[in-house]
Structure formats: C-alpha cells, structure tokens
C-alpha cells in the first residue's frame, strides 16, 4: 500500500507543481495517472521515489516514510521501485545487457559493478528480463541502434532486474506509435497481474479505459478526479482536460 | 505594403540623403544600413584618395537612387547583388592600396635554384660502398720540408712523383690494391681542408680507370687555387690527393639528411604526445569547474565559472608559437619548451571542449540510474561517464592531430623536432634536405588527418 499525503512540490523559479495531493495506491493495483502536460504528472511520480525532493507532505510505503527516509535507506527503497521512463533514458553508448544489468546496481557488489563486471547469476537473470520482453537476441547490441519500441522494452527490463514491488512509468508509451503503445502496456500489465503495483501516467483516454483499474486526474498541480476509468464521463473530461479539449484515441484497437 | 510611396519623391530623397528615400518607402533597417554603408566607403575612398576610387560610392549612390525607386514602386526591393559586388571590389581595392602587389624583389632564377633541388629530395640514396686513401704533397718545394710521397694502408699503395712541385707544374700519381676495372675519383685537398678540382679546367673530378689488377697512374697539374688559403706557404703543412672508388651494392638506402628527418618529425610527434598528455591531466579538471550546468547552482560557483571560462578563452588566444617564445626563454631552447607551450594552449582548448561535453550530457539516464538506488559513484560510473568518454577521446585524438602540426612550426622558435631541422636545413642553403622534409610533413598530416578522421568517426 502506498499512501500519498497532502503532497506538494514548489519548484525554485515558484512554480507550483503540486498542491497537497493525496491518494491511496492499494497493491496490485493499475493505477493511471491523467493530466494535460505541466499538470504535474511527472513531478508527482518522481516524488514518489524522491527523484525530486517533494517541498511538504508524506509518501508511506506501508509502515516506511518514504520522504523522512535518511540517503542511505534512499538507496534500499529505490532499489525496490523500477521506474520506466517517457524517453527510455537508456545510455545510448552502452549495450543492451549493460542497460539491463545496471537496474541490478543497489543489489550489486558496489566495487565489482564500478568495473562492470557481474555474476553469472545476474546475467542469466538479464538474459531472462530480455526473453520476456521478447529482444533476447538484441542483449549485445547498442542500445541507440533499437528502435523506439525496443529501447522501451530494455527500460522495462532493467525495471524488472530490481524485482520491484511497485513500477512508476512516467508517460511509457508517449514517444511511441499506437501500435507498439499497447504492446509495451500489455507487458506492463502482464506485470500488474503478476502482483506488482504499476503507477502510471498517460495521454490518451483509450487507453486510460483499457489498462487502468483506477485513474487519478491532475490539473494544474490539483487532484481534480479518482475513480475508475468508467466514470470519466464528458464534465469530469472538460473539468481535468479543460473546456477546449477534444478526445483523440491513440488507437481503433 | 497598405500606403501608397511616390517612386519620384523616394529617388529625389535619396539623391540628397542615401537611404532616405528606402526609409520613406518604409524599408527603415534598407535606408539605414544603405547611408551607413555610403558613409563608410566614402570615407574609406577619400582617407586613401585616389580619384580612381571615388567611382565606387558615386556607383553605390546611383544605385541606391535607383533602389529607392524600386522600393517606393513596387514595395519590394531590388537584389543586394550590385552593392555587395561593389563592396567586393572595394575591398580588395582597399587592401591592394595598403598592402601593395610587388615583384620587384622576384627572381626566376633564384627560385628555380630553389626549386630544383626541392624536387629531388635528399631522402634516400643508392646503396654504394667506396674504397679511399690519399698521398702527402708538398707545394711548393722547400729545403727541409719533405714527404716521402708513399701512403701504404689496407693493401692499397699511393705515390706520387715529384713529391714537391709548385702551382702548375705536373705531377704523376701511381696507386695499386684498388678494385679492377673501376673508375676512381682524384681530388686535391688543401691544408685547410677545402677541395679542389683537378680535372679538366680545374672544373671537374679527375676520373682514371684501373686495369685488371687494380692500379691505375694519372698525371694532374698542382690546382691554380691550392695555395689561396694558404696564409705562410713558408710554414705550410703537405697538401694531399684523394682516390676514391664507389660501387653501387644495388638497392636503396636511408641518406643521412633521410635519417635527421625522420628523427626530428619522431620527435615532433613526440613533443605533441607527450604536450596532448600533459594537457589532459589538467584539462579534465579544469573542464568540470567551465561546465556551466555543473556550476550554475548557486553564485559562488557561478563566479568560478566565470574566472575560469575567462581564463581559458585568454590563454587560448595566445598562438602557441608566442607561448613557445616565452618558454623558450625559461627552460632554454629545445623540444621542452615546444610540448610546454603546446601544453598550455591545449589545456585551454580542451578544457573548453571538455566543459561542452559535460554542458551537453543527456540527464535522462542519470535519472533512470538514480532510480534503481545506484549510489552516486556508480551513477557517475553507469549514466555520465559512458556518455562522455567517447566525445573526450574524440576531442583529445583531434587536439592531438593539430598539436602535431602546431609543433612543426614552434620547431621555428627553438622548440626542436622537425621545424628546428628545417630552419637549419634552410639556413645551409641545403633544399635537398628541405625538400625531404616537406614530403614527411606532408605524409604525416596526411596520415594524421585520416586515422584520426575514422577513430572520431566511430567515437562520436
């Protein structure tokens, strides 16, 4: 169970990211986070895991405080969140294998992973990330020679090498086409199932009604809308997407 | 264009003020940048003063009447093409006033004389082995100041008959234990060590032939010049002939200019390794304090920036050879002050590149390395240092090409390797020499700019 109290982040310029946002994420759950851009979806996921250092309020992770954890216990909760990011942030100069390994850098002998050397143990269990994803073939490539779709596939793979509890995917399949948008879901939600809780946040609304079995809605900073995906009717999509918003579907799936 | 110009008013206006009439016409930046332009090459024209040159802004005026007219008619303008092509011209006019095309001084032949030997480059020679030995003479003949006229040393013999005589009169050589039937170069060498011819005309080596078991005989006159720099022939010690055989061993050789070349451009090489070497120890450092993201956090930093970047665009404007100069002076000539003042030049311009580097680092997969609860050494180890790795050896390989070149010419100052040589290559008047020298230069840049062409080619 994460528990989001009264959040609230006011970036150094003064802008105001967040306004005392709060929610429960029970386990297991497939939580989608929805918002126009610079609504404050981003900031709230990184805040979660302390990427940005939230400016009031409290994440619980069960019993743990997430935001009075001291740097080093940091590192431990981290090591447990995978986080699949809007442009996949991979090292673009590295290979694919060395992609995935680093998501295994906080359960890793810090000394042998400065010369990336690592066990076979954690190979295998890369090799394994890979064939799931369905590029196993692709592990000594480098990373900026897959596409767009691949590289996504390598970011959840390095998600899975921290065997996390909770995914955070910050815009997942925004740079992609709608095509492989729901293939990259698909696995996400083929993990979902499996018991890990996803946070994520997305654009189009077709796909909020396919994957989400919860939704939260941001405007400007404030929790404008939680429920379920059914309930976004046409006021709730003006009030969280404004007056002028049409509804564009990723797909025809 | 909503209002409607007069094209006479507009020419009329810029028949009295250039540009006036485009600025009524409501091309305001035309108008000015046209009187500004007129005001510039008219003064340029009456400062220099010759009235050739004064058609150049009454040109520039006609058209700008003519481009006023345009302007105001149809509310566009003309092509810039004829200003420009005047601008050109007075440009170059300008430039041939100051500086001035002189041919004076030029000489054909001196050049050819130049040239000539350039082509043919003291690079490598033939193979050859030669056979030597010489005889004593005294010149002229004087009581109590003899020789014996007999030089015996490895199995060859020489004598000379008489073994005194003075300037034209004959004398006779003998020489035996030479190779057979093998020509054999005869010279005189005077007291001080100078050659003289004593063939032909006294303009040509004395060639004679030996038979079948190697002696030969050939009779020369004593040199017209053998005493010139003789100052006492009183006091003087024996003069001597020379022999000489050569025979080609077949295949080539490094000559001995060859061998100085390839040593002094290994040393230039040299100098650049070790200067690029030196550079980037202090560079890398000096690069994170000129990055502007890593330092723009607060002002303190900010001002370090600042100093720093400062610094760097000063010591960076100083040409390496001015920098050598001053080197030169501290640590004495020689290739140290050369990679000295290459050094301090490339740290400035590494640095610089370095500090770009870092400015652009993509700070996505920091982000994502910083989410898996990798502590910061290995964030730096995993998201930053694959990400700059590659464009600092790119940088540091091209830095390194163009010290090589930069050392050639700081040779010049003192700083050694190959530009030390060619000065003094050119001081000895020896082109042959010089010649060679160009050709490795060139064949090292040449090789330089490829390889490291393709290495940044896969890097980057």
């Given at each position: 169970m994460l528990k989001i109290e009264n959040l609230t982040k006011v970036y150094p310029n003064g802008t105001v990211a967040l306004k005392n946002v709060s929610f429960e994420v029970p386990d297991g759950e497939f939580l989608v986070v929805i918002g126009l851009s610079g609504s404050g979806k981003s900031t709230l996921l990184r805040c979660i895991n302390r990427l940005i250092e939230p400016t009031e309020g409290k994440v619980y992770w069960d019993k743990t405080d997430i935001t009075a954890a001291s740097p080093t216990e940091l590192l431990h909760i981290r090591q447990h969140i995978g986080m699949v990011f809007q442009q996949f942030?991979?090292?673009?100069?590295?290979s694919v294998m060395t992609n995935v390994l680093s998501g295994r850098l906080g359960y890793a002998n810090p000394w042998l992973s400065l010369l990336n050397i690592w066990p076979e143990e954690e190979k295998r269990r890369a090799m394994q990330a890979l064939e799931r994803v369905g590029i196993p073939d692709k592990a000594y490539s480098r990373a900026d020679t897959l596409s767009g779709g691949q590289q996504q596939r390598v970011g959840i793979a390095r998600a899975l090498m921290q065997e996390p509890k909770f995914i955070l995917a910050d815009?997942?399949?925004?740079?992609?086409d709608p095509v492989l948008s729901h293939s990259i879901l698909q696995y996400l939600e083929q993990l979902n199932k499996e018991g890990i809780t996803v946070i994520c946040s997305l654009h189009f609304l077709d796909l909020v009604h396919r994957y989400a079995t919860r939704v939260v809605g941001l405007k400007d900073g404030l929790k404008v809308f939680e429920g379920t995906a059914t309930e976004i009717d046409r006021a709730k999509f003006k009030e969280i997407y404004g007056e002028e918003a049409q509804e564009v579907r990723a797909t025809t799936v | 264009m909503n209002k409607k110009h007069s094209p006479v008013l507009a020419g009329i206006l810029s028949t009295f003020i250039p540009g006036l009439g485009q600025f009524y016409a409501g091309l305001r930046y035309r108008g000015v940048a046209v009187l500004l332009g007129m005001l510039f090459t008219s003064g340029i024209v009456a400062w220099y003063g010759k009235p050739i040159w004064y058609l150049a802004p009454v040109l520039i005026w006609l058209w700008n009447i003519w481009d006023a007219i345009c302007a105001a008619r149809q509310g566009r303008t003309f092509s810039v093409l004829l200003p420009i092509l005047f601008g050109f011209v007075a440009m170059f006019g300008i430039g041939l006033a100051v500086v001035g095309v002189d041919?004076?001084?030029?000489?054909i032949n001196r050049a050819i004389a130049i040239m000539r030997p350039m082509f043919h480059p003291d690079f490598i020679q033939k193979r050859a082995e030669s056979n030597q030995a010489w005889v004593e003479v005294m010149v002229p003949c004087l009581p109590g100041r003899s020789v014996s006229g007999i030089n015996e040393e490895n199995g060859k013999k020489v004598t000379i008959t008489p073994t005194c005589a003075d300037i034209g009169e004959a004398l006779t050589i003998t020489a035996s234990g030479?190779?057979?039937n093998t020509d054999a170069n005869l010279w005189w060498e005077d007291p001080s060590g100078s050659v003289k011819m004593i063939g032909p005309g006294e303009a040509a080596m004395l060639v004679a032939h030996t038979d079948g078991s190697g002696t030969l005989t050939a009779s020369f006159k004593?040199?017209?010049?053998?005493?010139?720099?003789?100052?006492?022939v009183t006091q003087s010690p024996p003069h001597r002939v020379y022999l000489e055989q050569t025979r080609l061993l077949g295949g080539f050789e490094l000559s001995y200019v060859g061998g100085r070349v390839l040593q002094g451009a290994l040393q230039t090489i040299g100098m650049a390794l070790m200067a690029t070497a030196l550079a980037i120890l202090l560079a890398i450092p000096v690069s994170f304090l000129a990055a502007r993201n890593l330092m723009s956090g607060n002002p303190f930093t900010y001002a370090i920036y600042f100093i720093v970047r400062t610094l760097l665009n000063i010591l960076r404007s100083i040409e390496p050879l001015i920098i050598a100069i001053v080197f030169v002076v501290i640590v004495g000539l020689g290739p140290f002050a050369g990679v000295l003042a290459l050094a301090v030049h490339s740290v400035a311009a590494l640095a610089k590149l370095y500090s770009e580097v870092i400015e652009g680092i993509d700070p996505g997969p920091i982000e994502a390395i910083r989410a898996t609860g990798a502590n910061w050494v290995q964030v730096v180890r995993y998201a930053v240092i694959p990400q700059i790795v590659p464009p600092f050896t790119a940088f540091t390989i091209y830095r390194w090409d163009i010290n090589v070149r930069s050392a050639t010419i700081i040779g010049f100052v003192g700083g050694g390797g190959i530009g030390f040589l060619l000065i003094e290559l050119i001081r000895i008047n020896n082109f042959r020499g010089v010649g060679a020298l160009f050709i490795t230069i060139a064949v090292i840049v040449m090789l330089l700019d490829y390889f490291s062409a393709k290495i940044r080619e896969r890097l980057v």
């Open positions: 942030n991979l090292v673009r100069r590295s815009e997942p399949v925004a740079s992609l | 041919f004076s001084k030029a000489d030479f190779w057979p004593v040199p017209t010049t053998a005493t010139i720099a003789v100052p006492d």
